[in-house]
């Protein structure tokens, strides 16, 4: 069955450690997407990608970076930078332009100390 | 204000009940999604609809884009129901490179007691 992979379902890290989040679909998706969700908050987009080897901003971007060089895969790496990094990150695909369904990862809960 | 205005916030209802929530929204869309988190955290995607309506089994969406408004209805509710639903609606980018974006309601937490 097609799907996205998230991994790993929880991580900790020490305040000014950089920490990378796994993310990979076999759905064939040209489109990928990071978003964070917060207690009390709607999801925010953090960084997405509508083809190999190019991605853009979203809403939340700074502190964190991404990669797309394969089309299967769309890391995201928290950085120490990111003031507030505590959160549940969730990825995302889709066809382009978001004109079909989004598919979700099952997230990662990350927890900074 | 939000663009994207979700109620009730939280709702209890008994096993067999009929169960409505809403979604209002204030900008221009294309599409609008409605969308199940499980109490693990996985997102499913239940429609994505432009008007009318659209049901599938026990679940029926509807928006009203006039009135900038779409309701999901759950008939014959039960336990395994219980869950975040989000509404999420799909308008315009704000960079001319960036096409559309999705805007996402802060969600409805449904508990649905046997």
């Known amino acids: 069955d097609g799907g996205i992979t998230q991994s790993p379902k929880y991580l900790f890290r020490k305040e000014g450690q950089n920490v990378t989040l796994s993310c990979e679909q076999n759905?064939?998706?040209?489109?990928m997407y990071w978003y964070r969700q917060d207690p009390g908050q709607g999801l925010r987009l953090i960084y997405y990608?509508?083809?190999?080897?190019?991605?853009q901003k979203g809403d939340i971007a700074e502190g964190y970076s991404v990669s797309r060089e394969k089309k299967e895969s769309f890391p995201l790496t928290v950085t120490s930078a990111q003031k507030n990094p505590t959160a549940f990150y969730l990825c995302?695909?889709?066809?382009?332009?978001?004109?079909?369904?989004?598919?979700f990862g099952n997230g990662t809960r990350l927890t900074v100390t | 204000k939000n663009e994207v205005e979700q109620s009730p916030q939280n709702l209890t209802a008994q096993e067999g009940e009929f169960i409505t929530i809403n979604c209002s929204y204030s900008?221009?869309?294309?599409?609008l999604h409605w969308l199940q988190q499980h109490p693990g955290g996985g997102i499913v995607s239940l429609f994505m609809?432009?008007?009318g309506k659209k049901k599938h089994g026990r679940l029926i969406a509807t928006i009203n884009i006039q009135e900038k408004h779409s309701s999901l209805h759950i008939t014959a509710s039960h336990p395994r129901d219980s869950a975040v639903y989000i509404c999420?609606?799909?308008?315009?980018?704000?960079?001319?490179?960036?096409?559309?974006?999705?805007?996402f309601g802060e969600g409805t937490q449904l508990t649905v007691n046997p």
């Open positions: 995302a695909s889709s066809i382009p332009d978001h004109l079909g369904p989004l598919h």
């Open positions: 759905l064939n998706h040209d489109a």
């Open positions: 990608s509508q083809i190999v080897n190019d991605f």
């Open positions: 900008v221009g869309i294309s599409a």
């Open positions: 609809l432009s008007s």
């Open positions: 999420a609606v799909r308008s315009p980018g704000f960079r001319e490179t960036s096409g559309s974006r999705l805007t």
